[in-house]
Structure formats: C-alpha cells, structure tokens
C-alpha cells in the first residue's frame, strides 16, 4: 500500500520521526506548502497511485473520509504546555468577568479538560460550542473561532499567534476577546485588532460594489472546493449587469491572480481568510457571507442612477 504523508511547514523536519512512530512503509512526502485540515494533497496522491494519505498536524474537516477513492486519514500531533496565567485570572477578575468562551488549536486540545479545570478553579464559567469545520466543542481553526458561545463575558483563545486569534471578528462588538500565547504565557486583548479587520472588510465591500468585472476564486483543495457555488454567483452578477469569471487553482497565489488585471474585484469561494490579504490582491475582495450584501448594495446603486431628477 502506498501512502502518501502530509506535514504542516513546522513538522517536516521531524518526517523520519513521524514515519518510524506511525509505522509507515512504502512512504512519499509530500513537499508542498499544508495550509490546513481543509488541504489534502489529492493531485499528489492521484500521480503516484497512493492508497492512503496520512495527513498530520489537524482532526478531521468536514469532507469525505474517502476522496477520488483514496483514504484520508488525518492524525493530530499534540505539544504539551505549561498551564498557568494568573495575569490573565487577574485581569479577568479586574474587568468583572465570570464568564468566558475558553478555546485552543488542535495542537493543545489534549489538555483542554485541564486547562478548563484551571480557570474553573479560579471562579470562571467556561462557555463553549462546536464551530462548523471544527472536530470538538472548545477547539479552534484559523477559519474556525464559532465555538466561541456568545453568551460568555469574553473569549480565551490559546494559540501561538495572531492567526488562530483573529478568527474571532463575529464577536468583536460583543465581548472581551483575549490571546494567550502558550510557549510564553503572555496576554493581549485584541478587540481593536479585529475591529480594524473588520472595518477593510467592509471597505472591500463598498468598493466591490462599484467594480463591474468580477472574478470568483475557486481552490481545488477538497475542504474549500465551491464550484456551484461560484457559477449561482457568476450567474446572478451577470443579471446584475456585471461582467464576471470564475478563476480556479490548486493555490490561490496573489502574485499571480494580479496578472488578470482586468478584474476589479473578487469574489473568494475558498479559504475565508484570504480577504485579509486585501493588500496583496490590490483589488477589493469579498467572502460568500458578505455576496448579499454585495448584491443589495449594487442593486441600489443601479437604481440610483436609473432614477430621474426631479
């Protein structure tokens, strides 16, 4: 049986490692970028005949446990770390929360009952849901910060990094929201960080709706493949009077999507969070949950030219 083995960027220089405690015979890596649970290396797979893709790093994404008749089989890798952050507890207390939304990536989640138990402890309710691309309740994704329940007084996300951090824009105008860097116990609120994000996002929005040639970008990655999807889009800007074309691709590079310099705007059926990359793209993007927006936005402003003067 040939397997094909996936790696995020910070675990390929442990593939000898990785092989030899997962047992793994008849083994080819997979040298390209892993961008997450949502990107499975099926082109690989498909040229060297794999059986089996070991896809490490992430639990399971909602897609087929068998995709194009090839298995997946995702296995977390789990780092332990220090629990404790009484500056954080303290802060807390300061602000009179008792209630919060704690979550962590897949790389922690081994740890979440204990690190419920510390704030517990500490007089805190923990508050938590399952996201949709999510495996567990209190888990989060770089896409994925919707287990955050919004009942809580603020959310607790321990993950190394903006990233993970910044999924949380839902409820920026809600609570507190708060970073725990894991390897060095720092904190920072970063509301007005998300706030920022928000507001170009609603920048790109307005813009879009003035662009009259679309471009709608589809991966072929089989956790973000929306095929349907971009052609109903492409379908209803055209009625608008729009000019629209779907671009596809494995991996949506910016440097090369620039090259289309006759698009005015996108239209992202992939990852969510490639509409922060805004600055790269040069061109106003928008997400699937801002296209009715879109579309009201630019049927009034059709409706505004069309209207006499009086």
């Not at 009625?239 to 779907?246: E, M, V």
Request: proline share 4%; aromatic share 10%; net charge neutral.
């Amino acid at each position: 049986m040939v397997v094909l083995l996936q790696l995020p960027e910070g675990l390929k220089h442990k593939a000898p490692q990785i092989i030899q405690e997962l047992g793994l015979e008849d083994v080819v890596i997979s040298s390209s970028p892993m961008y997450g649970g949502c990107d499975i290396a099926i082109d690989e797979a498909r040229a060297i005949g794999a059986d089996r893709i070991v896809h490490v790093g992430h639990t399971y994404f909602p897609l087929r446990r068998k995709v194009i008749g090839i298995e997946v089989e995702y296995i977390p890798y789990y780092i332990d770390i220090k629990i404790g952050w009484e500056d954080l507890v303290q802060e807390l207390k300061r602000l009179n929360i008792n209630t919060i939304s704690i979550l962590t990536t897949t790389q922690h989640y081994h740890q979440y009952s204990q690190i419920v138990e510390y704030f517990e402890t500490r007089g805190f309710q923990n508050r938590v849901r399952k996201g949709p691309f999510c495996s567990n309740s209190g888990q989060v994704l770089g896409c994925d910060a919707y287990g955050i329940d919004e009942s809580a007084q603020a959310a607790v996300i321990i993950a190394d990094g903006m990233f993970h951090w910044t999924a949380a824009t839902h409820v920026a105008d809600r609570m507190y929201v708060f970073g725990i860097n894991p390897y060095t116990g720092k904190f920072s609120q970063v509301n007005d960080v998300l706030k920022k994000i928000l507001k170009k996002r609603m920048a790109s929005l307005f813009r879009a709706a003035e662009a009259k040639v679309f471009g709608i970008l589809v991966s072929t990655k089989p956790g973000q493949f929306s095929y349907r999807l971009a052609k109903k889009m492409k379908d209803e800007l055209i009625s608008l009077g729009k000019d629209a074309y779907i671009l596809v691709s494995n991996n949506l590079d910016p440097t090369v999507i620039s090259n289309f310099m006759f698009i005015q705007a996108f239209i992202n059926t992939a990852c969510p969070r490639i509409v922060d990359d805004v600055e790269q793209y040069k061109k106003p993007i928008v997400n699937p949950e801002h296209f009715r927006d879109l579309v009201e936005l630019i049927r009034k402003s059709s409706s505004m030219r069309l209207e006499p003067i009086q």
